[in-house]
């Protein structure tokens, strides 16, 4: 399995700010996805991040909102845009091949006050 | 309707207990089904696929039941180290290949 690596771990940000969070996986890998996980919730997916060409959004999710990059086969950003209290979650970066299982970073816990 | 529905629990159960999990699907072109279990204030970790033969890993027991579209997990011989919460994940190719989870049914076992 890969090793993912997740910057920063956690923030407290103000409102009206912006947030990008960095993940960083030791092996290239051709599927990246960024889940958001409220308090209490289980996972959903906001976008798959392509490498070369845009990210791929999930309905209720904007990339105004949600910009994704990705350079290369290794690494991917998240921001999170404009932020309110409602951004308040974990946000989590996965990779793993098509129909089989994601390994998961470990997670950026933002509070936004 | 959600894509995956769990019972979300609580299941308290004594050390040695044997405790089922089950869990549902609505997509009947769902394809991957996974056991994921997610510690408090971590993230979600594979704990096993699940496949329809049934496979076992230890005191892990996965069941897939394609005709009534669920997949349960046994555990046997609770440990106080299963204590966690258990997601249902459900992979279903035709939506773009989106992994879907449950909410999750917590656990915790008891001395």
């Known amino acids: 399995s890969a090793v993912i690596s997740q910057k920063p771990s956690r923030d407290i940000c103000q409102r009206g700010t912006s947030l990008t969070i960095q993940c960083q996986v030791d092996?290239?890998?051709?599927?990246m996805f960024w889940y958001r996980q409220q308090p209490g919730q289980s996972l959903t997916l906001i976008a798959t991040?392509?490498?070369?060409?845009?990210?791929?959004?999930e309905s209720g999710f904007v990339i105004d909102k949600f910009p994704i990059s990705r350079p290369n086969l290794t690494f991917s950003t998240l921001t999170v845009s404009n932020m309110s209290p409602e951004d308040s979650s974990i946000y989590l970066c996965?990779?793993?091949?098509?129909?089989?299982?994601?390994?998961f970073g470990p997670g950026t816990r933002l509070t936004v006050t | 309707r959600k894509e995956v529905e769990q019972d979300p629990g609580p299941f308290n159960v004594p050390e040695g207990a044997t405790v089922a999990f089950n869990c549902t699907y609505s997509?009947?072109?769902?394809?991957?089904f996974f056991w994921y279990r997610q510690d408090c204030r971590k993230e979600p970790k594979l704990l096993m696929s699940v496949y329809s033969s049934g496979n076992e890993d230890g005191r892990f027991t996965a069941q897939l039941n394609r005709a009534s579209q669920y997949i349960s997990l046994l555990i046997r011989d609770s440990k106080l180290s299963d204590s966690a919460t258990y997601l249902c994940?459900?992979?279903?190719?035709?939506?773009?290949?989106?992994?879907?989870f449950g909410t999750g049914t917590s656990l915790t076992v008891i001395p």
């Open positions: 997509n009947s072109a769902s394809q991957s």
């Open positions: 991040a392509n490498q070369g060409s845009e990210a791929t959004y």
């Open positions: 994940v459900v992979n279903v190719p035709n939506t773009g290949n989106q992994f879907y």
């Open positions: 092996s290239q890998v051709t599927m």
């Open positions: 996965s990779v793993g091949p098509a129909r089989h299982e994601q390994y």
